[in-house]
């Protein structure tokens, strides 16, 4: 509760004087130290007056790899201010941005805090060019409809429109207003749906033939660029809820829970646990009220798969989590999203109160069973991602892990145990029970079966977003469906390396490109899955630079409870800053390595204990990029 209040006195009065905070703790009697401790917390609460403009620029993997440390510099020098100085000069500031979510579109330049896949290329403008048209439309016949719709994928070539004409499909990329009349005419039947239909049109059009979406398999993005993502008659008429009617008619939780095991379904937040056995351990708790969450805090620098879900169909999460709900015996939830993604938050909301509105999940023709979800939205701390400091998070607290066991599953929020799984788990579900159990497990590799959503971005020409079996070849995905570094050739691609798994992942050389995608298989490479960004690396990158950067990252975000991650990221950012300058000996390499394996070992939750991993995947596959930079041995040292 403390967390939105603070994010609704933010919104009202720019920021959280030490007055309003002194209101807040006064309003929901509570010690003035930890409304404070709260504020001062999260990244996105400001404790001093903002400017009246704001520029942020994204510093995510993908956007530092195309060029944003340089645009930065530029508008400073533009701007006449210093970057991520809150007073500025009065008038404008420059923030730096973790990661934003579209690192297809990568560096994205942010003036309004509304930038998502097609929107950041101009969609918007695109979209009232498009509603002027059709307005001024004057021959007869019933027009066509302008239907707002998700993700359609292909985020290299935004903004996208599909044109669906006499059972024809046809998508053109990279529009602006000026191809309009064109698109008018064609969707009025005054011109052929083809590529050769249109000289205006002929360089837009996208070929849904090529691998990028041949080789995909849509479960949990089916109706993702379909549905309209605000229109619950349109969710209704393309299926939503019908799984969840048919399960509260025909089976009982034991059924659904049994159904969920045999599909071998794991979790895609990162950690791969099964989710048929974490469902079986809060479905057995003592009995008692239970609670399920579904965690959208996704952090990871190069991932945005979780907000493209909820931006394209946010009534599949909450089917998702009704059918949780009632498979573990629970009959309150909570949907936990990251604050920077406001477009998914607002049609987020907007999907909550259509259902309650409607009474979609209160009891009727549902037997006994009602539901309610509720939304939270995180205040801007990476380490939120973690199950624990998700829970004290959404219950106002600051997000700092806690010792394991008791697991949430066992003692959750408020003490009641609760089921925590991320978004892409929870919107696999419909699919999932659709076709059966057996049916996904056999999509796949059998110790890792059904699809995986991943987002790739990069040094490559196709960036945007992929399903696909688990088990599928890096090869596949980042040099076939993506196709490589622009203008490269060979084998590889022109590939040196692709970053898997965010800051709790690794980089793979292009030796490995055969080596499936999968949580087994990647773990025996030295890198992990992750929730499912995927980042490729050209032969400009240096791997000791992206170590720091990713290093840096985790130092920031660490909470500070355990030492180990509190102290040990500093001193590791330190040393890796002075290897990439030049400064390093090889004594101070093996002593970068000794602390690495420490912090490793000794940090209390997943963040400190996997910020070593892309330096230890980068020192397994790239030794070289690191020994070139060490200071040379004098000639009585050799």
Not at 306 to 334: F, N, T, W
Not at 585 to 604: F, I, M
Request: hydrophobic share 40%.
């Amino acid at each position: 509760m403390l967390i939105e209040v603070l994010h609704q006195r933010q919104q009202q009065h720019g920021h959280l004087s030490r007055d309003t905070l002194a209101a807040v703790a006064r309003q929901l009697q509570l010690p003035p130290a930890q409304v404070y401790g709260v504020a001062s917390f999260y990244h996105l609460f400001r404790l001093e007056p903002p400017t009246p403009h704001r520029c942020g620029i994204c510093f995510g993997t993908a956007c530092l790899l195309r060029g944003a440390a340089a645009l930065a510099a530029e508008q400073e020098q533009r701007l006449g201010v210093r970057r991520d100085d809150p007073a500025g000069d009065g008038v404008w500031s420059l923030e730096t941005i973790s990661c934003i979510g579209a690192c297809a579109l990568a560096p994205v330049l942010l003036r309004l805090c509304d930038a998502s896949g097609c929107r950041a290329a101009g969609a918007t403008a695109l979209a009232g060019a498009l509603a002027a048209g059709l307005e001024g439309l004057t021959s007869g016949g019933p027009p066509p409809r302008l239907k707002p719709v998700g993700c359609l994928r292909l985020c290299s070539r935004g903004p996208l429109l599909a044109i669906d004409r006499d059972g024809i499909s046809t998508l053109y990329g990279g529009l602006t207003p000026a191809q309009v009349p064109a698109l008018l005419a064609l969707a009025c039947g005054c011109g052929e749906p083809a590529p050769i239909g249109s000289a205006a049109l002929a360089g837009h059009v996208v070929d849904h033939r090529q691998p990028f979406f041949a080789l995909q398999r849509p479960l949990v993005l089916e109706t993702c660029g379909v549905v309209d993502p605000t229109d619950l008659d349109d969710a209704l008429a393309h299926g939503a809820y019908r799984q969840l009617q048919r399960l509260l008619a025909t089976a009982t939780p034991a059924q659904v829970r049994a159904e969920v095991r045999r599909s071998g379904l794991r979790g895609r937040g990162g950690a791969g646990y099964p989710t048929g056995l974490k469902w079986e351990t809060v479905a057995l708790q003592p009995p008692g009220p239970g609670l399920v969450v579904a965690n959208g805090d996704e952090g990871d620098p190069g991932a945005f798969m979780d907000r493209s879900i909820l931006e394209g169909d946010p009534h599949r999460l909450i089917e998702g989590l009704a059918i949780a709900a009632y498979a573990v015996g629970a009959r309150q939830g909570y949907i936990y999203v990251r604050a920077e993604y406001p477009l998914a938050i607002a049609r987020l909301r907007r999907a909550i109160d259509q259902v309650r509105d409607r009474g979609l999940l209160a009891g009727t023709g549902a037997g006994s069973f009602a539901f309610t979800p509720e939304l939270r939205v995180g205040a801007g701390a990476y380490v939120c991602g973690e199950e624990t400091a998700l829970l004290a998070s959404i219950a106002g607290g600051r997000g700092i892990p806690r010792q394991r066991p008791p697991f949430p599953a066992q003692e959750g929020l408020g003490g009641c145990p609760t089921l925590i799984n991320n978004i892409e788990t929870l919107a696999a579900l419909p699919a999932l029970l659709r076709m059966g159990g057996d049916a996904h497990a056999a999509i796949g590799p059998p110790t890792c079966p059904g699809t995986k959503v991943f987002s790739i971005s990069g040094a490559v020409v196709h960036t945007g977003l992929v399903e696909v079996p688990m088990g599928t070849s890096l090869r596949t995905v980042v040099l076939t469906m993506a196709g490589g570094v622009p203008g490269a050739s060979g084998p590889d691609g022109g590939i040196k390396a692709v970053q898997t798994g965010g800051p709790s992942g690794g980089c793979l050389p292009a030796s490995l490109l055969d080596t499936g995608i999968d949580y087994d298989g990647l773990r025996v490479m030295g890198s992990s899955l992750g929730s499912g960004g995927l980042v490729v690396l050209d032969h400009r990158c240096a791997m000791p630079e992206l170590a720091r950067q990713f290093m840096a990252f985790c130092a920031g975000e660490s909470c500070g409870k355990c030492v180990p991650c509190r102290a040990g990221t500093v001193q590791l950012a330190d040393l890796l800053d002075q290897l990439v300058q030049g400064r390093a000996s090889a004594a101070d390499l093996e002593r970068l390595v000794q602390l690495a394996e420490v912090v490793q070992r000794t940090s209390l939750c997943g963040l400190g204990q996997t910020a070593p991993n892309p330096l230890f995947s980068t020192l397994r596959h790239f030794r070289g990029d690191y020994l070139e930079r060490l200071q040379p041995l004098a000639p009585w040292q050799s």
